[in-house]
Nanobody, 120 residues
């Protein structure tokens, strides 16, 4: 069983910055990808950014150049630095981690979500 604990959401004015963190713990053998998704009211959940074990990343076009994803493999933690925030970034942000559990079976886990609200 793998647990994810998110932190760092909040209310910020347009143009401001926030940093999200997500720490994974539990029966982890290895982690492949760690990522952030978001869901705004009335919309589908969408990928924001993802980082793989080798360090490669991908981003949604809407956040390229403003958001940066990084990870600390020793701490099984992923971060999302969000700069130049816009009101349209307002959403619940969810951490997602997938990898292999100690039982050598694949796992995929979601965090509980953290609210990010950007005021205009």
């Amino acid at each position: 069983q793998v647990q994810l604990v998110e932190s760092g959401g909040g209310l910020v004015q347009a143009g401001g910055s926030l940093r999200l963190s997500c720490a994974a713990s539990g029966s982890i053998f290895s982690i492949n990808a760690m990522g952030w998704y978001r869901q705004a009211p009335g919309k589908q959940r969408e990928l924001v950014a993802r980082i793989f074990s080798g360090g490669s990343t991908n981003y949604a076009d809407s956040v390229k150049g403003r958001f940066t994803i990084s990870r600390d493999n020793a701490k099984n933690t992923v971060y999302l630095q969000m700069n130049s925030l816009k009101p349209e970034d307002t959403a619940v942000y969810y951490c997602n981690v997938n990898g292999v559990a100690l039982q050598l079976v694949p796992f995929g886990s979601w965090g509980q979500g953290t609210q990010v609200t950007v005021s205009s």
